[in-house]
Structures are given as C-alpha cells and as structure tokens.
C-alpha cells in the first residue's frame, strides 16, 4: 500500500490563517511541512492555502484556466509573498531519453502547464507589488523545513553480524 501525502491541516495559530481554518488540506509532505513552519513562525502575519487564485492562459489547449497557488504570505515586514512548493525536476526543463514516450511527453506538457502559470503569477506579483517565488527542495532544506535533502545518500543502519545457523 502506497503512503497517502495528502490529508487535512489544523493549524494551532487559528488567527493567522486567512480563509476558512477547517477546510485546509495539504497535497504532499513538503506543503504539511510548510504549513507546520507558517503556522509556527513568528514572522508569518497571515498566510493561506490555495486560495489566491491567478488565471493563466494554457498554450497547449489554447484556454483559460484557474492557478490556485500553493501560499499567500504576510510577512511582519509587510511583505506579501505568493508561493509554490515544486521538486526542483518539475522547475528544470525536462531532459528525457527518449523524447517520443508517454512519460516524455507528460513531462514536457507538465512544464509548459507550470511555465504558463508561474508567468502569470509573476505579473500579478509585480502589478499587486508581491513577491511569487518557488520552494523546491533546496530552499526548503536551507530554512530549515526540510531536514534532508531527498537523493542524498543515508547512513547505515548497523545491522546485527550474520551467523550461520549450527549444524543439528
């Protein structure tokens, strides 16, 4: 059974959530992390999840559609930051061996969609006077969030000696 990264936060600093406090969900691990450290740090005013919304024009199917950004910051300096929270991959074109696969070509629409979006939030951010920036897992590891970088090789564990088993 696969590990479900998706649940319902309940933030302990009911008054800096902006929005609706029962009705907060994370949709992975790195975003519970980041509402943990929002909720906690004593630099966050406010904050939100997923309901500061951008439309974006997708240039794939040629429509609009609706960007539901990942947080909406207040910072104690006044600062406003909308932010995304992506694996670094996601943020870096995609480098496939074989360009024609289905995972190929699912990785290149994926970063055309993300390409589009975060374009659009940039030109809210900078029409409104507000920072948009991504946390990959570089960012999140430097502040703190993160306490290991994924990839990264682990310790061992010590393992008990192997003996073989006597001879009856």
Known sequence: MKPTYKGPFVPVNIKKYKGDHTD????????????MY????KEVVEWNSEEFVV??????????????IDFWVKWKS?????IEVKP????????????RSKSAIN????????????????????DNNIRFVIW?????????????VPGKIKP???????????KK
């Open 38 to 41: 929002l909720d906690q740090s």
């Open 78 to 82: 006044g600062q406003v930051t909308i």
């Open 156 to 166: 061992l564990k010590k393992m008990t000696p192997y003996r073989k088993k006597k």
């Open 88 to 99: 670094k991959k996601q943020v870096l074109p995609p480098k496939a061996k074989n360009p």
């Open 24 to 35: 907060i969900t994370y949709r992975s691990g790195w975003e519970r992390d980041v509402m």
């Open 107 to 126: 990785e290149a629409l994926a970063y055309v969609k993300n390409q589009n979006k975060w374009d659009a939030a940039r030109k809210v951010a900078a």
């Open 136 to 148: 990959t897992e570089e960012e999140l590891t430097k502040m703190g969030i993160l306490k290991e």
């Open 55 to 68: 439309p974006y024009y997708y240039q794939v199917d040629k429509k609009r559609h609706k960007y539901y």
